[in-house]
C-alpha cells in the first residue's frame, strides 16, 4: 500500500511560475504580477479560521456527501446499477469542490490524521464512475442516459467537469498524484471533441453549443496550465466567445426571468455593459475570461473586464463585498438596487468575486481588486461559514427585521448544516485552503502584499518576507524582508487599504525611498535580510454613509472598523429594545473594545441610539458582521436609520 | 336561432338579495350591509374606464384566447385529439375568467354588437370539452390523461374549477341562461364527490386533497348561493379547514422556497398570525373564508379574516394598495418589507384584495375595508391595465431607475400586449366589468356609498340614490335620493374617505342629524324623492410620509391627491433631468391643475425638486401612478427623496 501521508513539503511539478496555489502563470509577461511562489498563512486571523477549515469543515465533508447521496452517484455510475439522489443534476460538483479544497488543504496543513486517505479514497470513487469515452456526470450516466448533452442549458455538464478538473489541477499541483488528472484530461479531451473549435464528425451537430453554467472555462485555462496542453487553452477561449449569442434556451422560466441573460447569453463579453443575470454564472465566467487574457493578452478581453468589474464594483455590490442581490433567479438587479433585507449575496457569488478579483490584480497591478477582495473576505464570503466551521449560510443578508418569520429552507437567515444544493459549504472550503495564495505576488522587481496575515510568502524571483500582525483587530503590520537581491534595489509594496484615512510607515533608514503609488506604499531599497518594516493602520470606527443612489438605505449609516463591516444583533442589546425601532445617534462617542470571550473574539464597537418610540437613549453594540447569526434568532441590521 | 341581444334589464333569477353582481347573499344576517340590489356606473372616471373595458378590452379577449392556444385547448379536448398549447396547466382558466368578465358586462353596458354571440360561442366551446363524469381541465385531458387528480399541487384543476363556476354563476346571474351553470354543476359535483366531507367510495383515497391555489372556495359559495344547493357551501368549507395541515408538497423549490406557507398550507387560516406567500393564493383564500363567514356567520373564521386583514392593510400593504412585496414566489414579504423597486404587486393581487376587502366591508360595516378598496382601485389596480385598455401590466413597482436594463418578459415595467401567464388581464376584466357592485350597499335602514362614481344604486329595500361627480378630479359628491322610505326615518351613509382632512356636506336640512360614525357621515331623516346632499371633500395636495418602520423609502415623501397616489415620470420632468439624482423640497408650494389633453385627462401636480448634482432648483410634474408607462420608458418614482 502507497504511502498516503501528504508530503511535508510540497512536490508537485515546479513549472516556472511555481505557485502552490491556483492560477500557476505560463504567460506571466502578459500580467502586472504574478502568484507567490510559495505562501504560508502561520498564524491570527486567518490561521484560525483556516485551522476551524482543515480540521472541522473538510474532514466532515465526506460523511455530508455520503449522506447526500453524492457517493452513492458514484458508485452507482461505476457499476451501471443503481438511483440517482438528489434534487439537481449538479450534484457531482459537491464532490469535486471538496476534492479541490482537500487537495489545496494538503499542500498545507495537513489536518487531522486520514485526510490524503480520504482523498484518495474519494478520488478513486470519482475515477471509476468516469465512462470509456471520457464522459463523467452520474446524473445523466444514471438517471438520464437519453439525454446526455442534449440538455445543455440545465444539465451542468460543463459545469461539472469545470470543477472535476479544477480538482484534479489542484490534486496534481499540490500531491503530484496523476490519478485525478488523467481523468480531467480524458473527460476535457472528450469534451474538446465535441465542443471545440476542431471538432471531429462526432462533435459537428453539436459543436455550437455552451453550458448553461459557466465554470469550465476558467477550469480549462488552469488544466492548460498544468498540463501544457494549448487545446484546452483554445477551448477555453473558444467556449468564452461563443457564449452571447443566443444558442440557450430563453431563459428557465419563460414567463418571469429576464430571459438569456440570465446565463450571459444575451450579449457576448467584449460587448456586455454591465454584469448580469445569475451571479455565480457571471462570475465564473469573468474569472474565466480573466484566466484567457491573463495567458494571452487580449486586449479587448481584457478591457471589457475592466469595464465590467466597475460596473460591479460602483453600481452592483454591498457593503459587505456580497453581490447578486435578488433572490429571483440568483442574479444582480439593476445599477444601485441593493436592498439589505432581501440582499441575495449568495456566498458562492462572493468567492466567485474573490476569484475574479484576484486575477485582475494580477493582471493589472492595480489596488482596486484586492481592496474589494479584502472587503468581501472579512464580510460577505466569511458570513457563509459558522464559526464552528460546520454550519453554513447560503444567502448573506444585511438586515432581518424583529418579527422575521421564516426560518427554514436553505436560504434562511440561520446556519444550517448543509444544504439540499450545497454549492456553498465545499465552495467556501477552497477558498480558506488556498487562501495563502491571495495574499501576496511578486514580479521581477518586488513582492507585493495584497493582504495582511500572518505568515510567509515568497516570489518566484528570490524575494521573500514574514508577516506578523494581528490584523484586522489591530492596524500594526510587520514585514520582515527574509531574501531579496543583494545587488541591486527591490521594492516592497504594500497595500494602503482604499478606507484607510491615515497610516505611519517605519522603514530600515529614513532616507528610503517611500512613496505611494496608487493604493501601493512602495519601499525601494537595497534590503539585508532580517530588516524590518512597520505599518500601522489607523483603525478609527467608521460612521459609512451609503452612496446616495442606494435607495434601500437612504438615512442610513453603517458601523465599519478597519476591512469590517459591524452589524447589530439583537443578542447584544438592551433587553426589549427592537432594532427596527431605533435609531444611530451620529455624534455619539463610539468605542472599540476587544472582546476575547465573544464570537471566538472580537473587537466590539459600543455606541449610542434613540428610541423611536420616546426618544431615550439607548447603549448599541456592534459586533462584525461576518459573527452574525451565531446566537438568537433575533434581528440584525448592517444600515442602521441616523437620528 | 335564439335571440341573443342580452336584455336590456336583468332577467336572471332574483333571489331575495337580488344583486346582479358578485356575492348575492343568502344569509344576509349574518352581515353588517348587503350588497346593491342594482348598481349602475353611467358616467365620470369609472364610465370611461369601463367603457374601454366593454368597448376594447373584452372584446379583444376571444382573438387573444384564439392566439395563444386557450380555445384550441377546449376543442382538442372536446374532439380527443389534439395537442396541448400553452406554458401552464391552467391555461382554461384564461377562457373562464373571460366569460366571467363577458357576463357582468352584458348585464350592463354590452359593448359592441356581438359579444352576447362570442359569449355563447365559448360557453358551447367550454361546454363540449367537459367529459361525461362533469371533469373539465383541457391539459390533464389532453396533453396528461394518465396525472388527473395526481398532482394536486401544481395542477390546478379545482382552481380552473373555481373560474369555471364564477364564469358560469355571473353567466346565469345576468342572462338567465343554464348553459355553463350545468356545467359548473356537473364539474361541481364530481368533486364534491371526489374531494367533500362526504365522499363516495371513489373519492376515498383522495379526500384529503386540497388544492395547490386556492380560487374554488369563494366560487362555491357563490354557486351555493346561484343554485342554494347547501352541499356545495359545505364543500367550500371542508375544502378550507383542510388546508394549513401540510397536505402539498413542501414548496416550489424545495432549496429555495418558504416550504408549505407557499401555498398557505403551514397553518390552518384560523391560527394564521399573518398573510404570508403567494399572495393570490393567500387572497383567494382570504376571499373565500370570507364568503363563508358571511353564509354561516363563523365567529373564529371572523376573528382570523380581521386579524389577517389588519395584518396586510397595516404592514404589507404599498401605498398604491399593491400587494405581494416579493418577486420570489410572487409572494408577501416580511412585515414592512415593501422595496417601490422589486415591488411585485401583481395586478392580480390587487384585485384579489378588493375582492376580498369588500367582503369585509359587507360582512362587518366598517369603513376601513373600503378606504382600501379605493386606494387599491385607483393606484395599484388600475395601473395593471393601459388606458387603450389593450395593454397590460402584470407587476407594479413604484419605481423604475434612469439606468433600468431589463424591458422584456412578462415582468418588464412595460405596457406588453399579453402575457405567456396571463392570468391578468381577464382578471382586470371582470373586475371592471362588475365594478359598480363595488360602490354601494344597503340595510335595512339605509344605503351606504362606499365609492364616488357617478351613476345609480338602489338597495332591496326600496332606497335609491343618483350620485354625480367629477370625483376624483374634483371633491364634490351630488347624492340624490331617488327613493326612501316615505313612512319613515332612513340614513343615508357617506364614506369619509381616512385620506380626507377636511369636508363639508349640505344636507337637505339644516335640522338633519348629520353625524360621523367611524368613517361614515350618516345623514337620517324622513327623506322626499328628489333631495339631495352636496358632499365636499378637500382635495389638498398631501405630502405623504412613509411609516418609519418601511426600511425602503426612509426619507422619503410621495405625493397624494384625493385618492390618488402620484408619480413622477421622466417624460413629464425638464430635459436631462435624472429621477435618480433629484429631490423634493419639502415647503415648495405645490399647484395641481387638470390637464384634458394628458393620458386621458389628468390632474397634475407641479412642484419644485433639488438636483442632487448641484443643488440647483427643477420644476417637478407629477402624474397619477395608474397612468405611468403610457410614453417613453424613462424613471419613475412614486417615493421621492426630501432635500
Redesign the interface.
Known sequence: MPDLTPPSAPQGPQGPQGSQGPIRLRSPAHNALRPAATARITGGFWAARRHTNASVSIPQGPARLEQAGNLANLRAAAQGAGAFTG??PFQDSDVHKWLEAASWQLADEPGPQGLAAEVERLVSLVAAAQDPDGYLQTYYQVARPDRRWSELDWGHELYCAGHLIQAAVAHHRTTGRRELLDVAVRFAAHIDSLFGPDTTSEGAAKKHGICGHPEIETALVELYRETGERRFLDLAGHLTDRRGHGLLAQ?ID??????P?YWQDHLPLRKAP?V?GHAVRQLYLLAGAADLTMETGDATLREALERLWHSMAGTKTYLTGGVGA???GEAF?????L????AYAETCAAIASVQWSWRMALLTGETRYSDLVERTLYNGFLSGVALDGDRWLYVNPL?V?D????R????APRRTPW???ACCPPNVMRLLASLPHYVASGDADGLQLHQYATGSYATDTGGAVTVGTDYPWKGRVTVTVDAAPADRDWTLSLRIPSWCAEFTVAAPDRQDRTEADGGWLRIRRRWLPGERVVLDLALDVRLTEPD??V??????LAIERGPLVYCLESADQPVGLRL??VALITDARTVAEHRPDLLGGVTVVTTTGRR?SDGTPAPLTAVPYYAWAHRDEGAMRV?I?RS
Chains 1, 2 share one sequence.
Not at 438587479?333 to 438596487?337: K, L, R, S
Not at 436592498?339 to 432581501?342: A, F, L
Not at 427554514?408 to 436560504?411: F, K, L, P, R, V
Open positions: 434534487d439537481f431563459g419563460r414567463a418571469r426571468d429576464p430571459g441573460a454591465t448580469t435578488r433572490h429571483e438587479g439593476e445599477p444601485f438596487e436592498p439589505p433585507d432581501r438586515q427585521r418579527d422575521h418569520e421564516i427554514t429552507g436553505d436560504q444544504f439540499s444544493c446616495p443612489r435607495d434601500a438605505v437612504r438615512g442610513c427596527d425601532a423611536r444600515w436609520p
